[in-house]
């Protein structure tokens, strides 16, 4: 099994509609991300969440939300999805240890995507 | 000016050569660096971590200059394997570490 799952991997719906696009991870890392990316902007840092009650806005949370619902658990909601969301999602996690930086470090841990079209 | 830019590309390069990509970061309290691989419509994956002035990993080889600013990718003897989207992305202890990318620089190596 993958070590971050995302569902769905693909999805088409219409203007206005909720999706919840969820992530779920076995690498017991207490830091989760979700990542936007369209084509020639790279990934952009949507939410984050360092712990089940930290929650961070990134660089473009409008029109999103999450919910920590465990340490394994991120889920990404759209309350009224609109065509210029149509993107790939990722969520991705990672551990920060505490002293001096070492390998591993901050690495991100990606889970495959999940396409988004809306319509 | 954006938190972290990289060369656009596409690089378009023969077999065999040698290429190298620039990130430069706006953050000067970035301390960790990292170069992520992706291909076409899949996940990134880690290529190389820099935590001090560069790194090596046989044709691949990171350098970090925190003077001006920039850490470069250096690809020797190109394959057509490393045809790919290369993602640049510094972190900062004091945002907790989370990490920042830049637009991607695409490598497409033909033969």
């Known amino acids: 099994d993958a070590d971050v799952t995302q569902t769905p991997r693909n999805r088409i719906t219409k203007t206005g509609k909720r999706i919840m696009l969820e992530c779920s991870q076995t690498?017991?890392?207490?830091?989760m991300y979700w990542y936007r990316q369209d084509p020639g902007l790279g990934l952009r840092l949507i939410y984050y969440?360092?712990?089940?009650?930290?929650?961070n806005k990134g660089e473009i949370s409008d029109g999103y939300s999450v919910s920590r619902q465990a340490q394994a658990k991120f889920s990404l909601s759209l309350e009224s999805a609109i065509p210029n969301q149509t993107a790939l999602y990722f969520c991705?996690?990672?551990?920060?240890?505490?002293?001096?930086?070492?390998?591993?470090?901050?690495?991100?841990?990606f889970g495959a995507g999940s396409r988004l079209t809306v319509l | 000016r954006k938190e972290v830019e990289q060369d656009p590309g596409p690089f378009n390069v023969p077999e065999g050569a040698t290429v190298a990509f620039n990130c430069t970061y706006s953050n000067s309290a970035s301390q960790s660096f990292f170069w992520y691989r992706q291909d076409c419509r899949k996940e990134p994956k880690l290529l190389m971590s820099?935590?001090?002035s560069g790194n090596e990993d046989g044709r691949f080889t990171a350098q970090l200059n925190r003077a001006s600013q920039y850490i470069s990718l250096l690809i020797r003897d190109s394959k057509l394997s490393d045809s790919a989207t290369y993602l640049c992305?510094?972190?900062?202890?004091?945002?907790?570490?989370?990490?920042?990318f830049g637009q991607g620089t695409e490598l497409s190596v033909k033969p």
């Open positions: 969440s360092f712990d089940v009650k930290d929650i």
């Open positions: 690498k017991g890392h207490d830091r």
């Open positions: 992305a510094p972190s900062q202890r004091e945002q907790g570490g989370k990490l920042i």
């Open positions: 820099v935590y001090s």
């Open positions: 991705a996690t990672n551990f920060l240890p505490g002293g001096q930086e070492s390998s591993g470090a901050n690495v991100l841990t």
